[in-house]
């Protein structure tokens, strides 16, 4: 931000030189006003150059995410790996049924007899 306030004083510096000298000029005013507002634009696109020229540091709390290996399994959205191996679910198994089981669902007949 050292850069801004010398820009500044340029840029106000050049728009109420083109102002004056526009009036000076003895130009109408819808004249003036457009020669005005070109300046503006002007003004403007340098401001936008430099804008997108400043190397910004990355946003907080942001991170790339690493590239997945395709054998490995995908990390749980809570950052929990994923407790079954990678081809689990291809075929039924013990191992698929004891994890997708549902908790806290209404008990059928042999649940409830233990």
């Not at 540091?57 to 395709?70: K, S």
């Amino acid at each position: 931000m050292a850069g801004f306030a010398p820009r500044f004083a340029l840029e106000a510096g050049f728009l109420i030189l083109l102002g004056a000298g526009a009036g000076y000029a003895d130009l109408r005013p819808a004249a003036i006003v457009a020669i005005l507002g070109g300046g503006w634009i002007l003004v403007s696109l340098v401001e936008l150059a430099v804008w997108r020229a400043q190397a910004r540091p990355p946003v907080a709390g942001y991170a790339p995410e690493p590239a997945l290996d395709e054998g490995a399994p995908a990390p749980a959205e809570d950052g929990r790996e994923y407790p079954l191996r990678p081809d689990a679910g291809d075929a039924p198994s013990e191992e698929v049924e004891a994890y997708t089981r549902v908790i806290g669902g209404e008990p059928d007949d042999a649940s409830a007899a233990e």
